[in-house]
């Protein structure tokens, strides 16, 4: 499954409402027999915390 867009609002971060999303996307996946996520989160300085938020999902960053 490839990810196209994830993005919470400013002020909905750190509310758990991200990790609600993953936890229901990979749920989903997994009923469908997908085994593998992709998502682009970009490369860019300001992208740090995306980063850091997948991460905490145990999701591998390349």
Do not use: C, P
Request: charged share 20%.
């Amino acid at each position: 499954m490839r990810v196209l867009a994830f993005v919470a609002k400013q002020n909905s971060r750190q509310l758990g409402v991200g990790k609600l999303l993953i936890s229901a996307s990979e749920q989903w996946a997994l009923k469908q027999g997908i085994t593998t996520v992709l998502i682009n989160s970009g490369n860019r300085d300001d992208r740090q915390a995306a980063h850091a938020f997948y991460q905490k999902q145990d999701w591998l960053y390349y």
